[in-house]
């Protein structure tokens, strides 16, 4: 007789799975570094868009901004760089389209640039594509398993 689908998973529904059986403990702190990279860049970059903006000439005793942006842009790197030592190219380099997303933003905030739709739209796919390789990313390495 076969067991009821509530039995096979102690009473849980079979899509029903806890966060550590959804994300390795290594996948989290890879996107965790790649986030925080993310966001390092993309306030240099407005850093930067502000040490340029802000002054006729911004490399005229290397202007606080400009500065700060080398310094977040060296940091975020670092974070890169660390993310990349533990997962493959492939699965990383999506993520850092994440700096557009957060560059967007703070343009609109800082600067009081317009999000249009189509900009909308693009942060839109932008989620999706990176959710698409992460979740493409979990079907592989589960086929992988299971097949080795």
């Not at 974070?79 to 967007?104: D, G, H, Q």
């Not at 933003?105 to 900009?119: D, P, V």
């Not at 989620?127 to 698409?132: E, S």
Request: overall charge positive.
């Amino acid at each position: 007789m076969m067991k009821d689908w509530k039995e096979q998973n102690n009473g849980l529904p079979a899509s029903s799975k806890t966060v550590s059986e959804r994300f390795s403990a290594g996948d989290i702190l890879v996107i965790m570094l790649v986030l925080i990279s993310t966001i390092l860049v993309s306030l240099a970059q407005v850093s930067f868009k502000m040490a340029w903006s802000n002054s006729s000439d911004p490399f005229s005793h290397f202007s606080k901004m400009l500065l700060l942006g080398l310094a977040l842009c060296t940091v975020g790197a670092f974070f890169f760089m660390t993310a990349l030592r533990r997962k493959n190219v492939t699965f990383v380099i999506p993520f850092m389209t994440l700096s557009y997303v957060w560059v967007t933003f703070l343009s609109a905030y800082l600067f009081g640039e317009i999000i249009t739709l189509t900009k909308l739209m693009a942060i839109s796919l932008i989620f999706t594509g990176i959710f698409l390789i992460f979740v493409g990313g979990k079907v592989r390495s589960k086929m992988e398993r299971t097949t080795a």
